[in-house]
């Protein structure tokens, strides 16, 4: 208990120091992260999820084929989480009727530029590396590099809960995290709001525009930065030990570069794990906002 206490103390101290990005979206930490011993039976039903942020954009005609067979795959594993990030001139707004909405954030841009995302589409997987420089996945490799990755090695699991205040517009995200295996390197956690069914104009192959084109799981905004924050003062965590925490978003219409509206009903919170040395997902969970 005392070793419980003393971790507490610091983490108080470490949250309320921690110097966190808060120029690119709009968040705050409501809560100091609270660390409590594991529930054993909880780790034994945790799974590990697969995390696929797949990079599009509205004027790239071979997006939609990418997105179907994202689709495909969600609808054979339902372990697969998947975030599309709208990035590249192949994104950006235009004077047509049909592409003058901007669905890129910030966030995205930097997410796009840190993992040397060119051509689209295109996808990480885990963010597991291919190369020194290189971590983005075509759609050809998709499905044998999900199947590659050993689902058996569960380092961690998740627990998400929410609650929404409409007449403020702001999202209150509850996190838990249970170290369930030993993690040597740092580590923080990432919470992004998503929304699907954004109906809006899709370049096809061959010129077609589709413009009642369903954008789905598109990134709007991150709660606590670019690659979230830490859950100890040096990042490191505990083996057997759960660490909670909480973040706030408001969901107005202040997102940059877009005037979108958030629809409650069409959202997810998903909240991932960060080996902050490899760069490597260690676990993704989400949840629907009804």
């Not at 409590?36 to 997006?63: L, M, S």
């Not at 339902?78 to 592409?99: D, E, G, K, Q, Y």
């Not at 996190?175 to 990432?190: F, G, L, M, R, S």
């Not at 709007?220 to 057997?240: D, K, M, Q």
């Amino acid at each position: 208990m005392k070793k419980i206490a003393l971790l507490t103390a610091l983490l108080i101290i470490a949250t309320s120091c921690n110097k966190i990005d808060t120029s690119q979206e709009v968040f705050s930490i409501i809560s100091p992260v609270k660390v409590t011993p594991w529930d054993p039976e909880y780790a034994q039903t945790v799974v590990r999820k697969i995390y696929v942020e797949e990079f599009t954009g509205h004027r790239c005609n071979y997006c939609p084929a990418g997105a179907r067979e994202l689709e495909a795959l969600m609808s054979e594993d339902p372990n697969i989480v998947v975030t599309a990030i709208h990035c590249t001139s192949l994104a950006n707004a235009t004077s047509h009727v049909l592409f003058n909405k901007n669905y890129k954030t910030p966030m995205g841009d930097i997410i796009c530029n840190d993992f040397n995302i060119k051509g689209l589409p295109q996808a990480t997987i885990n963010r597991l590396r291919i190369n020194e420089t290189e971590w983005n996945y075509s759609p050809s490799q998709w499905r044998s590099t999900i199947a590659g990755i050993n689902r058996n090695d569960v380092k961690a699991g998740i627990q998400l809960e929410y609650t929404i205040d409409e007449e403020k517009q702001e999202i209150e995200a509850k996190v838990a995290v249970t170290i369930i295996k030993e993690i040597p390197n740092p580590v923080q956690i990432c919470l992004i709001l998503q929304q699907d069914s954004i109906i809006s104009g899709q370049l096809f192959p061959n010129d077609v525009i589709d413009g009642e084109y369903a954008h789905m799981h598109m990134l709007r905004a991150g709660f606590n930065g670019n690659y979230g924050t830490r859950l100890t003062p040096n990042g490191i965590v505990v083996e057997h030990f759960k660490y909670s925490t909480t973040f706030r978003l408001s969901y107005g219409n202040s997102f940059p570069y877009s005037q979108v509206p958030v629809i409650i009903k069409n959202c997810s919170v998903v909240a991932y794990l960060i080996d902050m040395e490899t760069k490597e997902i260690l676990q993704v969970e989400y949840i629907h906002l009804d």
